[in-house]
């Protein structure tokens, strides 16, 4: 199973996130999410909403070593941002993504605000030959669930609580179950709320494909504490292969 | 087991919209950089209903306990048909009414009252806390403690402690403390009090105070309606009426609803929603409190001081204070989030009636069915004649449900406005 950090560009700074960077690369991740600044992170969590709040990085402004040093590692990134930030100068920002070597986009915004024109979207993504990696919440209709997911082949994001970085009670086993009769054989990487190596477990046992893991990551960041971030991931790779 | 034969008519689950709809329901918003509102959520509210506010599962199970409650305070609720209404109007069509007034408190908000403090109980919670506006919350959430023995209390919007002693009086009889809001509390209660001693109150004011002293004593606050927890156990109303209707071979057309924060209505529709037929679904809210006609479809703040999380959904603003309060349970600023969704999508219509129409309504009913219906169900009643009227010759079923009785309300008839 595959542990994917979250870490926003841009958050606390350059230095700081490189070596963040490079100790998960070194931990051995496959796979990260990197968040670009919004200024309405609205389905975020406290934690999260930190790493944004004047946060000024974009995808024009931001340090290029942080993709350097994931490629060297060949780890593949995936953009996660709020369609609302780009759907502007969509064909721009979408053609930027891709020269910027991301394998595809997390659109977390995407079915909730703009249902109408996902379809729409999800081809055009598709069309830059970027991935759209479909994001579902426990909200999200059984019916759009079918749908979205038909329309593409990748890894899924499948967020567990009603935003990131916090906990309400949930059954986990009913979640099993939902997952494999709407996405049989689908990869789904689950997401918020993930504290520690007990989630961890249980998600390998639930058969998840990933766990991602933000919110956690935060306070660490912000105080410059990047060698407890290296002890979790290493401590959460042990036990998402154990 | 239930001991009367209402066992095929009470349903063994609830019912839940969300997987359903057509489009994905929006989440709560918490925008506080510190503390997530949601998270806090955790600390006034029993883990069951809130895995139960955000669950996808479509059906929940109604717990054995809770089924015998139902049937004790009057479930399931008649299933009637408005035959002398039907002739009045000179309606080719079929009329039927769900009377949701033959509760033991006299309206449908005992429905979540009982399985909230079933919860609470089952977690070891010994006392429960919630605001009323009209008082049939009030009155619901002080019987369902006393029958799972727990201590309650009630911040009552301030006009409606003044006018309708006798509500107050229903609830220290079943020893529950009722408080007059704005009250003094509070420290947004204070706050508001320090601005206008003599503030009437609202919901919205009732609610903080309510969700103040949860935070504050560690007991439960009780959500009356607009979160989905609540419209999941109101779907008894909308499952039993489908029983009923399919058990006398008949099939609704028109569905007719009055619209506070949203429960009756959604808890007696949601269940026909996903039916292939085309149903019309009507949402009568007071002309005075239009929230789908003059209301923003946006994130906003469940209660006035902003400690909840924000909902989208059709709002007249937080801060939304009404002047009067003939029909109080229907002047909340807000309408549930899934009701929204569907009013915005066009799935569901509204109408906006004025007091006056709602009053002749009333008359009309009670000299017709026999029933004083409470003011809110009177904007339901009067939603349906004005489309009886309008498509009198439609032969259309029509079911209305009426929310409450107004036995408590009978003041609305010796003050008509103009
Ligand atoms: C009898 C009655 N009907 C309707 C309502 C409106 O609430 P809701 O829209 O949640 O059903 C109330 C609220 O107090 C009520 O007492």
Redesign the pocket.
């Known amino acids: 199973m595959n542990i994917i950090p979250y870490f926003t560009l841009g958050f606390p700074d350059d230095g700081t996130l490189q070596a963040a960077v490079r100790s998960a690369a070194e931990n051995g991740i496959r796979m990260i999410e990197l968040g670009f600044p919004s200024q309405d992170p609205k389905y975020d969590g406290p934690g999260i909403r930190k790493t944004h709040a004047g946060n000024r990085a974009s995808m024009d402004a931001f340090d290029p070593s942080i993709l350097s040093i994931l490629r060297e590692h060949g780890i593949s990134y995936y953009a996660l941002l709020y369609y609302s930030e780009i759907h502007d100068s969509l064909d721009r920002k979408l053609s930027r993504l891709k020269e910027l070597g991301f394998s595809g986009i997390i659109l977390p915004d995407l079915l909730i605000d703009f249902f109408g024109e996902s379809r729409e979207v999800i081809l055009h993504i598709q069309a830059q030959s970027l991935e759209l990696i479909p994001f579902f919440t426990q909200a999200t209709p059984d019916a759009v669930i079918s749908d979205v997911s038909q329309m593409t082949s990748s890894w899924i994001y499948y967020g567990l609580q009603p935003s990131t970085g916090i906990i309400v009670p949930l059954d986990l086993a009913s979640v099993t179950q939902r997952v494999k009769a709407l996405l049989p054989g689908r990869d789904v990487v689950y997401g918020f709320g993930i504290r520690g190596t007990e989630d961890i477990k249980m998600l390998r046992s639930m058969g998840a494909y990933g766990a991602a893991v933000g919110s956690l990551f935060v306070k660490y960041l912000g105080s410059g504490d990047v060698e407890s971030i290296s002890r979790i991931l290493s401590e959460m790779e042990v036990a998402a292969s154990a | 087991m239930l001991k009367s034969q209402e066992d095929e008519v009470i349903p063994q689950n609830w019912y839940n919209i969300v997987p359903d709809l057509p489009e994905p329901l929006p989440p709560p918003r918490s925008d506080d950089d510190q503390n997530s509102s949601i998270e806090l959520l955790n600390r006034i509210i029993p883990k069951e209903l809130l895995r139960q506010e955000f669950t996808f599962n479509r059906y929940e199970r109604i717990p054995d306990e809770v089924r015998e409650k139902y049937e004790m305070i009057g479930r399931p609720t008649p299933l009637l048909r408005a035959v002398n209404l039907e002739k009045l109007l000179g309606y080719s069509g079929k009329i039927f009414y769900k009377y949701e007034g033959a509760t033991i408190t006299g ?3 005992i429905n979540t009252a009982i399985p909230q403090a079933y919860y609470a109980r089952e977690e070891g919670i010994s006392e429960v806390v919630t605001e009323t ?2 008082g ?2 009030g009155t619901a959430t002080a019987l369902a403690s006393a029958l799972y023995g727990l201590k309650s209390k009630v911040f009552m919007v301030r006009v409606s402690f003044d006018q309708k002693p006798m509500r107050k009086a229903i609830m220290n009889v079943y020893g529950t403390e009722v408080v007059p809001s704005p009250s003094s509390e509070t420290s947004y209660g204070r706050s508001v009090l320090s601005q206008d001693r003599n503030h009437p109150g609202s919901l919205g004011i009732a609610i903080s105070e309510a969700v103040e002293y949860a935070l504050d004593t560690g007991s439960s606050y009780m959500l ?3 979160m989905n927890s609540v419209i999941t156990h109101q779907s008894i109303i909308g499952l039993e009426t489908r029983k009923q209707l399919e058990i006398m071979g008949e099939q609704p057309d028109v569905m007719v609803g ?8 959604s808890g007696f529709v949601f269940p026909f929603v996903g039916e292939s037929r085309n149903i019309e679904m009507i949402a009568s809210t007071a002309i005075e409190v239009p929230k789908f006609r003059d209301g923003e479809y946006k994130y906003d703040f469940i209660d006035s001081a902003g400690i909840l999380p924000r909902l989208r959904m059709y709002s007249l603003g937080a801060g939304f204070v009404p002047d009067r309060i003939y029909a ?3 002047r909340y600023h807000g309408a549930a989030p899934a009701l929204s969704l569907l009013v915005k999508r066009g799935t569901i219509t509204h109408d906006e009636v004025h007091e006056n129409e709602v009053i002749d309504a009333l008359k009309i009913f009670s000299r017709t069915q026999g029933i004083i219906a ?1 003011p ?2 009177g904007h339901a009643i009067a939603s349906a004649i004005r489309y009886i009227r309008s498509n009198k010759e439609s032969r259309k079923t029509i079911v209305i449900n009426i ?2 009785h107004g036995l408590m309300d009978l003041g609305i008839f010796s003050k008509r406005v103009t």
């Open positions: 309206s449908h908000k506006g009209a049939q919350w009356g309606s607009v009055c619209v506070g924060g949203g429960s009756n209505f109080g349970g229907l409470a809110e169900s929310s409450g």
